[in-house]
Antibody, heavy 123, light 109 residues
């Protein structure tokens, strides 16, 4: 069974940083582009970033560009998101999600999601 | 503000059919055939139910179907069941961006 499991969230002070992790299992990790998507309370999902399967190419939403960094360790089947200069409006549940087809960087659809990790930015 | 526009809520009786719309632009829905739909129940992660406008992943009942016309995509649910009560979100590839809709809450009467 294809599974994703996030960790690393918690209470973070405004202006602070945190690194989220996502462990993958049940599929060949290095052939799929991986993504971070967040969902603020009462809002729809918001795509943040994508990293390609093998060459490390990265793509960011405007809201993430310059503050968030996506990375991956294919030897450990793990995806990361480093959040910097956190603001109150970064409070959300952060999900990792897998693109549904291999060998493409395009975010065609997200077929496997983790349970999410909650980040709360405090003042 | 979400880039794709969905009705805030829809309702229907068990056994009925209903359709949820998702309106974008020629830079997203109208420009690519990479529209997807997600079902999200309270406290759970989103679940993919439609991809590539009208394809269903394995395990999704054929009561769920998708279509597109111009800049608007549609999710149709036939034979409504109690377990279909959830929030539904559309999403589209947009050439460097990936906008989601604001969500539609489906309530059974």
């Amino acid at each position: 069974e294809e599974q994703l499991s996030e960790s690393g969230g918690g209470l973070i002070q405004r202006g602070g940083s945190v690194k989220l992790s996502c462990e993958a299992s049940g599929f060949t990790f290095n052939i799929f582009a991986m993504n971070w998507v967040r969902q603020a309370p009462g809002r729809g999902p918001e795509w943040l970033a994508t990293i390609s399967g093998s060459d490390g190419s990265t793509y960011y939403a405007d809201s993430a560009q310059g503050r968030f960094i996506i990375s991956r360790d294919n030897s450990k089947n793990t995806l990361f998101l480093h959040l910097n200069s956190l603001r109150a409006d970064d409070t959300a549940v952060y999900y990792c999600a897998k693109v549904e087809r291999p060998y493409v960087d395009w975010q065609t659809a997200f077929d496997v999601w983790g349970h999410g990790t909650k980040v709360t930015v405090t003042s | 503000q979400s880039a794709l526009t969905q009705p805030h809520s829809v309702s229907g009786a068990p056994g009925e059919s209903l359709t949820i719309s998702c309106t974008g632009t020629n830079r997203d829905i109208g420009g690519y055939d990479f529209v997807s739909w997600y079902q999200q129940k309270s406290g759970q992660a989103p679940r993919l139910i439609i991809y590539d406008v009208d394809k269903r992943p394995s395990g999704v009942p054929d009561r769920f179907s998708g279509s597109k016309s111009g800049d608007t995509a549609y999710l149709t649910i036939s034979g409504l069941q109690a377990g279909d009560e959830a929030d539904y979100y559309c999403c589209s590839y947009a050439g460097g961006d990936v906008p989601f809709g604001g969500g539609t809450k489906l309530t059974l009467l």
